[in-house]
């Protein structure tokens, strides 16, 4: 902190503070006594709390005498060093998190999409239970290894790692979560776990890995490997750390979904606690790289140099018009989607929730349980996606389709799987190809008579289960894409009920739907705006987005929270909300702490002061005097940093 | 106060206090004697100021007993009143900002759009001289007019509005900028004054608008027109009507673009100093509320309704192209665009100041001499559209032109002027145009070969002087525009310059122009970019307008500041900076007040207290003493109110 607070206090000269830790903030309108307690409550709730090791972080730069003399003699050029640093780091950020992005999608598209050439190719020669084995044991052995990596080298990477990095920036500080092994197992976990068709998304694991490159640069160095480079000094302080990892979520999601400024939306609305303006150029500026750097590295596969990642272009699920003539009277149906949207979205939070707390009680047993379960998870996908499209019957192909009918392979929207020639089974066109491929389908316009209904209820119902029960298995899932997936289901299925009434294409309504489905899960409204629209390149569609948005996140909030939120509560983080509960306003250090409360009184002695700082673990004590000394708790925790620093032993 | 405190209190509860005034929240770190000191630093620095009747806003709500009391005896009624009359206000502030937006469009499209009909008829006849007389007597009576409002009923509405928002946001309550009046003013004035072709926008004025609209509904009803119902009671403090500001400013960008989450997000990067997540959510569904009525109003008009407004579509410079193929060496001159982007920009913000300057010594002689240099500017602005074209010789139209050519009237990208049959004038078809045709000509694509280097200079530099020149006057005047439009010619220019060497078309080079100016002159970022793809609809060409605004951003930070900032400055508005600057921590309240000092010991007699109250027009004092009292400043602003409520008496 000694080192580090100059530029941290420079930091606060050039760049405006617009945001504040909230608990404390809301308490600080209280005076200093009462807030000095606030502070601790939080920290001490926290060693209460039967979680080991979790500490919380110090975000806030307490103004005192010290730290005053430290910003007195700082000088010019350590200010230049730090700006210098952060904007160096934010643009390793981008192109690190980028280049991960990128590799991460060509592994998938590249191993799914091999999977997908044989197993057709068996089907073709009417090979069928080959075809099964050679499908359900590549899902196997793909599933079993993402498994066994995040179980025996960092079980810290199971599930989407969104809410644990929401967490940290809201200052709680789980162990292991921004190691080196957590980043190595987190990228091939998610590859591995994607591609092994488990109906999880790679976003969260993105933006996990996006924060994790953020951390390792901004640890300050390593005495390890012997990193102890001056100029990383200055970011060994938690507060500048956060603001990388803000960066670098933001960074996570610009890169998973190519959607640069809903990736800085995101981090502002969803992962951020604090904020401020400085902070929205940083991240723009982090987000910008990763843009150039995927545009960049595009270019290059559109030249066909990256296998079967083939073309991939900038807008992932392009469903662009040049017109879109909606009316009035299509307003009804959307305003329907986005409620029962909305209800759909709160069940799929609470189910998963109860899925979760099933899921703890297994894992509790053991490794060798958390394997097992994966293992089950991944033969049951195998089977449903191999096994419900033989329900559907083959249909022929349509006359002039918009595609070659019936293809073989892996991507296409007209599926042969086992049907005669000239005809196409429709379910195994969702079932039978990577979430991304069945999210282009389901997206797509001029095929509105590709489907029958049956075939578009079986495959919503069966994704709605598979990714409430894929989420909790101990591999790197995401959450974005199965959401996206099945509400694009389901909001086709109501543009096929609505049916001709509707000027819309089907297509359109599937991402309607999928607009429901995240809003009544996600409860973000202009981050998940954005990023349907980078998504879908479709701005004629904005009003009635944000009209669905509104709607479905309105109705789900009657019923729970936001699905991270939910997540954290079931990891037992102690998330500090925005607000302070009526109830607290009556509370008590004393009634928070689990322990023996420890205070100190306004002058105490040195002696005791030291005891009580090797006998606990805190940063924090309740100072009950009056408030002439509330500094000191701030002072220990300065002295304690100092202290290690320069005696570096640990008190 | 007392009324309204208890549901702005349940606000609290219910919603997520993101942030904090910015000096305060600074100082809120030192203990509460610093800390009320530093609230009333900042009241009696405005005090001291050399501004009459700039009061500042109390946005904080100070936790005491009379509050505390307030809180516990307030009832759920109350709170669910509050609540619904917060959502309320929001959905009719949506409501009637996009009815005033749509119509603003429709004034100046039928306005204009009439006087180019007119004087082009003449211009075929071949009768000059009537021409001119026709347009530039049509352009004084309407700038006359515009100013005549504008000086005599209402001079605040003077100028874009957006400054005064702002400091309004940040706590600095100019009188009379919220007044029925002014609403009305701005509105008729913003649609005569671009009507009569001055390079003035309706952005800024539009801004105004909203924000206008949204403290009027929020201000707790009126006694004048006796509206006290008790349900508009609860609104009666600056904190709620701050966040319904807030709303509105939003919903003016929303409106005036047609671009709600670019609105969204310039209200929150550029306009607001206090923001929350529970906000960003109001902010949103304001928005939302204003893009669906605009969609549908916009849906009657294509049915060819609304005379020459014609079919306004909800994108209003479409650039859409399927694919646009750029690759490496296309960057060079995008990053060359910025950098002198970024000059241009920051030049153009130090001459607007200076310019602004001088108007304020012409103004200062009085009103007659305001409505004179508003009379000047528009004749000289008729001038130089009717004249400057002469200069440019007739081209031959292109054998298969991507529009009628020649054509006669308001609209089209070649436009006959004074030209033989089968020329066409290319200056003229920028200059004899509305701003909004003439962004849609330069942004357009297949236009290549349209316009000769030496028009497309002569544009830029007329535009880019006359954009300064015409901000100053005394009547509703935008910059947005006049900075799109002067940044799509230099980046057109530029493009021409780089010709076939890159593979973009001129078109998107005048976008990114736009994007460069804009960058360098406003200083946004993620809101410049979503408006900017709102505007223009074409997503794929994002990574370059981040690239373009990130750089010129930089480069014009290096500078001076903010157009917005330096502006207010100009208007000598209080605005609190983000951080306290360094010198300021040596300063004590005594050394900002300009009268005599007047402070509270912490324990202090009744009689002097109100001697002070009725003799001095603050709202808090600082208090000399220990803190125990420190809540005393606080406790008589409430007794103020509430004495003022209950006995209707001023002291």
Known sequence: MAAASPPA????????????PLLQQHEEQHHTLRRSASNTTSQLAIV?????????????????????????NNRKI??????????????LIGLLVSLVGFFNNLAVENIAGLKFVVTSDMMLARRFVAAFAIFSSSNFALTLFASLITAFIAPECAGSGIPEVKAYLNGVDAPAIFSLRTLLVKIIGSISAVSSSLNVGKAGPMVHTGACIAAILGQGGSKKYGLTWKWLRFFKNDRDRRDLVTCGSAAGIAAAFRAP?????????????????????????????????LRALIDVCLSGKCGLFGKGGLIMYDVTSADIPYHL????????LGVVGGILGSLYN???????????LINEKGTFF??????????????LLFGLPWIASCRPCPLDPSEPCPTIGRSGNYKKFQCAPGHYNDLASLFFNTNDDAIKNLFSKNTDAEFQHSSMLIFFVTCFFLSIFSYGIVAPTGLFVPVIVTGASYGRLVGMLVGSRSTLNHGLFAVLGSASLLGGSMRMTVSLCVIILELTNNLLLLPLIMLVLLISKTVADAFNGNIYDLIMRSKGFPY????????MRQLTVGDVVTGPLQLFQGIEKVANIVHVLKTTGHNGFPVVDVPPFSEAPVLMILQRRVWEMETGLKI
Not at 329 to 336: A, F, G, Q, R
Not at 350 to 360: A, D, F, G, W
Request: overall charge negative.
């Open 9 to 20: 206090e420079a930091a606060v000269e050039e760049e405006s503070l617009l945001s504040q």
């Open 350 to 360: 609470s189910l998963l929730e109860k899925v979760l707390r099933i899921y703890n």
């Open 78 to 91: 350590q200010i230049f060093q730090y700006i210098f640093m952060k904007w160096t780091f934010c643009f």
């Open 329 to 336: 009277w299509d307003v009804p149906p959307v305003i329907l």
């Open 48 to 72: 209460g709390s039967n979680l080991c090791a979790i500490e919380s972080l110090d975000y806030e730069i307490m103004e005192n005498a010290l730290f005053k003399q430290d910003w007195r």
């Open 261 to 293: 400024v809903g990736g800085v939306l995101f981090a502002l609305e969803e992962m951020a606690s604090w904020w401020r303006s400085a902070l929205l150029w940083r991240a723009f500026f982090t987000a910008a790289i990763v843009a150039i750097v």
């Open 370 to 383: 958390k394997i097992i379960l994966a293992c089950c998870i991944s033969i049951c996908t195998s089977c």
């Open 576 to 583: 500090l909300e925005a607000h302070a509960e009526p109830y």
